[in-house]
């Protein structure tokens, strides 16, 4: 996909955006949410220049009231999908501040609309999440961090008791300003997940996704909060992945897994 073609459907987009009927402009909102798909997954380094038709498509999503329609949630969800993954092309070193912001408070409504059917807009704080925990990543180093997605462990197994999974030292980094900020992204996603759980397990829908997902948030949660309060978090995530693990048919990924296999036994 060239430049050139982009900028020429953006004139295009822009020229059509006023005065049409609601559902032409769904349709025209659609063609912009397909072509920021195909720039994330292609062509991530030309971003810039689908800056402007990303932002008219949520221009047009507001004025028509799009996310307060409660029959066209996979619809809302494709959209948000797109241009939520487009504002975090490049998640570790930030986003796209408005539209992220936008999409946090697009999830919201939709979440609104069907509190027990919308696992989506959680994501949306862990993606927020990963910028601040990459700079916690390269200002403390490697030992500190782990590998896969971007989650810090630091867990003590020398130890005696097969109960709990024992807490590292009290470290002061922990009340600064970053691991402050990442929990103010992640304590969110937390409890939505939480919540999302809750409401499956109701109806009897519980994903190995949806656990893996509810696990990673609690585990990176617990990696910036001080003691005794990342035991916690660390031993729901295991219980989580333990769920996800005894589905038939879903695998959890290598690196929870591994996750699984080095730390389940610290957690009765």
């Not at 005065?19 to 994330?40: A, N």
């Not at 992204?185 to 997902?213: E, I, M, N």
């Amino acid at each position: 996909m060239s430049r050139h073609s982009g900028s020429s459907r953006q004139r295009s987009h822009k020229s059509r955006s006023t005065d049409q009927e609601p559902e032409d402009l769904v349709e025209q909102v659609k063609s912009i949410v397909t072509l920021l798909y195909e720039v994330v997954s292609s062509c991530s380094h030309e971003w810039e220049t689908y800056v402007p038709s990303a932002r008219s498509a949520m221009t047009a999503l507001d004025r028509i009231h799009f996310f307060r329609d409660p029959q066209r949630y996979d619809e809302q969800v494709w959209m948000l999908h797109g241009i939520q993954d487009f504002a975090y092309h490049d998640a570790d070193s930030g986003c796209i501040r408005d539209m992220a912001e936008w999409c946090q408070s697009a999830w919201l409504r939709i979440l609104r609309n069907y509190p027990r059917k919308c696992r989506d807009s959680y994501r949306n704080w862990l993606q927020r999440s990963q910028a601040t925990l990459a700079r916690i990543h390269r200002e403390e180093g490697s030992d500190s961090s782990s590998q896969g997605s971007g989650n810090l462990f630091d867990f003590d197994t020398d130890q005696d008791s097969d109960d709990d999974i024992a807490s590292p030292p009290s470290d002061p980094r922990r009340e600064g300003p970053l691991y402050v900020e990442a929990r103010g992204y992640l304590q969110p996603a937390v409890d939505f997940y939480g919540r999302a759980v809750r409401s499956a397990d109701a109806l009897g829908s519980t994903t190995g996704d949806l656990l893996a997902l509810a696990a990673e948030s609690q585990m990176s949660l617990g990696n910036v909060t001080g003691p005794p309060g990342d035991e916690r978090h660390f031993s729901h995530a295991i219980r989580y992945l333990r769920r996800a693990e005894e589905i038939p048919g879903y695998t959890l990924s290598i690196y929870l897994q591994h996750y699984l296999n080095d730390y389940g036994r610290y957690v009765s």
